[in-house]
Nanobody, 124 residues
C-alpha cells in the first residue's frame, strides 16, 4: 500500500521561506511515476501547485512560478517555497500516479487518495 505523508509546514511571515517534503512508503518517485503538489485553502479552494513528470519535466502554477521549486529524491519529494505570500497559506499535499504523459491532473483536490498534508500559514 502506498502512503504519502507531507511534513515541514509551519507559520512564517510574508517574504519568508519553507521547505516542505512528502515521504512515500511503498513507492519510489522515478521515471515510471508522476507526482504533483496540491494545496487546499481554508475555503476549500484547490490548486495544483507543481507537477513533476517521470521525465523530470516540472510545471508550476503561475501563482508560484519563480518562487517555488520542486525536487525529488528516491522516495521523498520536496517543495522549496521562497518569497512566501499570505495567499500561499494552505494545506499542502502530494499525490503520485503511474507515469501518464499528457494526462492532466484533476483540478479538484483528490482527497480520496492523497495522504497526510502539511499546513503552511503565512502572515502579513
Amino acid at each position: 500500500e502506498v502512503q504519502l505523508v507531507a511534513s515541514g509546514g509551519g507559520s512564517v511571515q510574508a517574504g519568508g521561506s519553507l521547505r516542505i517534503s512528502c515521504t512515500a512508503s511503498g513507492f519510489v518517485f522515478d521515471r515510471f511515476s508522476d507526482m504533483a503538489w496540491y494545496r487546499q485553502t481554508s475555503g476549500n479552494e484547490c490548486e495544483v501547485v507543481s507537477t513533476v513528470g517521470g521525465d523530470g519535466r516540472k510545471v508550476y502554477a503561475d501563482s508560484v512560478k519563480g518562487r517555488f521549486t520542486a525536487s525529488l529524491e528516491k522516495n521523498t519529494a520536496f517543495l522549496q517555497m521562497n518569497s512566501l505570500k499570505p495567499e500561499d497559506s494552505a494545506d499542502y499535499h502530494c499525490v503520485a500516479r503511474p507515469r501518464s504523459p499528457g494526462l492532466a491532473w484533476p483540478g479538484d483536490c483528490p482527497v480520496d487518495y492523497w495522504g497526510q498534508g502539511t499546513l503552511v500559514t503565512v502572515s502579513s
